[in-house]
């Protein structure tokens, strides 16, 4: 018997390192939101320290089950109330260093969950 994994529909991560995630073999070293519903997109916050609710609301604007929150080399919580519009859609979050938030948001996609990865590099 041969056992081959099932594709993932989706966008899904290829490679990670520090500075950099490459998405279905397109490379990125700028922070980046991926999805399994949409292409990836270019996040436009620039460090950990310049979130605002509008980093988040756009996130919300994709209706995911779940936002994994990559928050880098270490694990950095955003303020509860960045997240609240998340939180009043019903929206879970998880926050987790980048490299963890890549293999979280592959294992989601792979079982065809309705997942958005938000990574700051």
Known sequence: MKF?????????????GPGWVTVNGQNFTSNLVISTESAPYLWECARFEDLQISHFERLA?????????????????????????????????????????CRTYNFLAGEDRKVVAALLL
């Open 4 to 16: 081959q994994p099932d594709p993932i529909q989706s966008s899904s991560v290829t490679a990670y």
């Open 61 to 101: 604007e994709l209706s995911p089950e779940l936002v994994i929150f990559g928050t880098g080399e270490r694990i950095r919580f955003a303020h509860p109330s960045l997240l609240q519009c998340l939180y009043a859609r019903g929206i879970g979050v998880e926050t987790m260093g980048t490299p963890a938030a």
